[in-house]
């Protein structure tokens, strides 16, 4: 049974930082590329990252790029997502996904 889980979520100020990780099971992590998505309330669900498998390539939405940082570790079929320089705007519900199954999500509030 695939599992996806995410985890890492919470509230944090302006300008803070936050890990998410997204644990899995049931599939063959190392030959997956990963992905970072959000959807924010009243939003349509927005693409954040992407890590690929073979050279580990990265690649981030204008919205993200230089603030959040994609990463796997295939011994843990974990990939992670780093959030740094948070804004109000980065609040949504953050779900990792392998383009053929994804999560449950983790909130991520950002306010003062």
């Known amino acids: 049974q695939v599992q996806l889980v995410e985890s890492g979520g919470g509230l944090v100020q302006p300008g803070g930082s936050l890990r998410l990780s997204c644990a899995t099971s049931?599939?063959?992590?190392?030959?997956?590329?990963m992905f970072w998505y959000r959807q924010a309330p009243g939003w349509n669900r927005e693409w954040v990252a992407t890590?690929?498998?073979?050279?580990?390539?990265?690649y981030y939405s204008d919205a993200v790029k230089g603030r959040f940082t994609i990463s796997r570790d295939d011994a843990k079929s974990t990939v992670y997502l780093q959030m740094n320089g948070l804004r109000p705007e980065d609040t949504a519900v953050y779900y990792c996904d392998t383009g053929e199954w994804w999560g449950q999500g983790t909130r991520v509030t950002v306010s003062s």
């Open positions: 890590i690929f498998v073979s050279d580990g390539g990265t």
């Open positions: 049931g599939f063959d992590f190392s030959t997956y590329a």
